[in-house]
């Protein structure tokens, strides 16, 4: 049952990589932004693992997709996948001056769950979704 569920979350991230793709190169970067902020937290309570499942499913659907899926790609889908599961997840864009560098991440709780935390505290927040 349980690697039944992960091979299903890992398609749903497949399905949503595909969606953001489409999105971003068909409508653009404002309405990827709409399609991540009216995604609604369901309202039901996620089992105490669920971050690290979907993080992982995320992971590996990257694996799988014909396409480098970048921070932000990466992000929006863990984004969207937490949100639907229950869990109150922000998605955080920053940047760097010097060098010009620009990353995305997830934080539940205030706890950076999908790239080293002093990664992300290198990029000073631009916005918050």
């Not at 991440?105 to 505290?121: F, S, Y």
Request: proline letters at 5%.
């Amino acid at each position: 049952m349980h690697a039944l569920r992960c091979h299903f979350l890992s398609f749903l991230a497949v399905v949503e990589l595909l969606s953001f793709d489409a999105r971003m190169k068909l409508l653009g970067f404002d309405h990827v932004c709409r399609w991540i902020e009216k995604c609604p937290v369901a309202r039901r309570l996620p089992g105490p693992a669920v971050s690290l499942r979907i993080v992982n499913a995320v992971n590996r659907a990257c694996v799988y997709y014909p396409k480098k899926a970048l921070c932000l790609a990466r992000s929006a889908v863990i984004t969207r996948l937490l949100r639907q599961a229950g869990v109150s997840a922000k998605l955080n864009i920053g940047a760097q001056r010097m060098p010009f560098l620009m990353h995305a991440w997830v934080e539940v709780d205030r706890i950076v769950i999908d790239c080293d935390p002093n990664e992300a505290r290198r990029f000073g927040v631009l916005w918050t979704l």
